[in-house]
C-alpha cells in the first residue's frame, strides 16, 4: 500500500524546504562543485543524499517494532519527535544566518572517493539518525497499517528529493555559491522558513495528541 496523497504531499514539502535551507549538506556540496567542479560536486551530493538510506532501514525498522511492542510508546516517541523539531526550528529562528561559500585549492579525487566521502557523512551521523527518527514518524498514519512500509516511503523519497536537489545544487554551484556568498542575507530568510516549518509540525504534533 501506498502513503495517501496527502501524506505524500504534506511531506514532500517539509523535505524540500528543509532540504534547500543553508546546512552543512548542502553548503559542503556547494563548496565541493565550486572548488572542484561540477561533476565533482554532483557526485558528492547524491552521495550524501544516499547516505540517508541507512537512516531509512533504522527508522523503519525501529518504528515497526516500537508501534509492535506499544502504540502508546509510539505515541510517546511522536511527541518526543514533535519536541526535537520545535527545538530545531528555535535554533533555525534565532540563527544569525551569514551563510558562505568557501572556494579553496583542494587536491583531486576521483569520482568514486568523492561518492564514498559524501555517502559516509550522512550515514555515520548520528544527528541524521536523531533527525531521521524523529521526522519520519510525524507522517505514519498508523491506521492506515504496514508502518515500516510508510517510513520506508518516506525516507526513499526524502532521499529521492535530497539527491535532485543536491545534484542541482553541484552543477550550478558556481553561480548558487556566487549568489550566496553576495547575499548572506537571504541564508536567514530561509532558516526562517525552516524553522517555523518545524516548529509548526512540533506544535501540531504535540498539540493533536
Given amino acids: ?3 495517501s496523497p496527502e501524506q505524500f504531499i504534506g511531506f ?15 553548503l559542503m556540496v ?18 550524501c543524499a544516499l ?11 525501529g518504528v515497526s517494532a516500537l508501534i509492535a511492542a506499544s ?11 514533535g519536541a526535537y523539531l520545535v527545538w530545531l526550528g528555535i ?12 572556494h579553496t585549492s583542494l587536491p583531486d579525487e576521483s569520482l568514486g572517493r568523492l561518492f564514498a566521502k559524501g ?9 541524521v539518525v536523531l533527525f531521521f527518527l524523529s521526522f519520519l514518524p510525524q507522517f505514519v498514519v498508523a491506521e492506515r497499517g504496514d508502518v515500516s512500509w510508510q517510513t520506508a516511503q518516506l525516507g526513499l523519497l526524502f532521499t529521492a528529493q535530497a539527491a535532485v536537489l543536491f545534484s542541482l545544487l553541484g552543477y550550478f554551484s558556481g553561480a548558487v555559491g556566487a549568489w550566496i556568498n553576495r547575499h548572506p542575507g537571504a541564508g536567514t ?4 522558513v525552516a524553522g517555523a516549518v518545524f516548529v509548526g509540525l512540533g506544535l501540531k504534533l504535540i498539540i493533536s495528541r
Fill in 51 to 61: 547516505g540517508c538510506l541507512s537512516h531509512t532501514v533504522l527508522a523503519a525498522l
Fill in 119 to 127: 555517502l559516509l557523512a550522512n550515514a555515520i551521523n548520528p544527528k
Fill in 91 to 102: 535554533g533555525a529562528l534565532r540563527s544569525r544566518g551569514g551563510a558562505r561559500v568557501a
Fill in 189 to 192: 530568510w530561509m532558516d526562517r
Fill in 12 to 26: 514532500l514539502s517539509a523535505a524540500l524546504l528543509i532540504t534547500i535551507s543553508p546546512g552543512p549538506d548542502n
Fill in 1 to 3: 500500500m501506498l502513503i
Fill in 71 to 81: 502504540p502508546t510508546a509510539f505515541g510517546a516517541l511522536k511527541i518526543i519527535g
Fill in 30 to 47: 556547494l563548496s565541493v562543485g565550486v572548488s572542484r567542479g561540477r561533476r565533482q560536486g554532483m557526485v558528492f551530493g547524491i552521495g
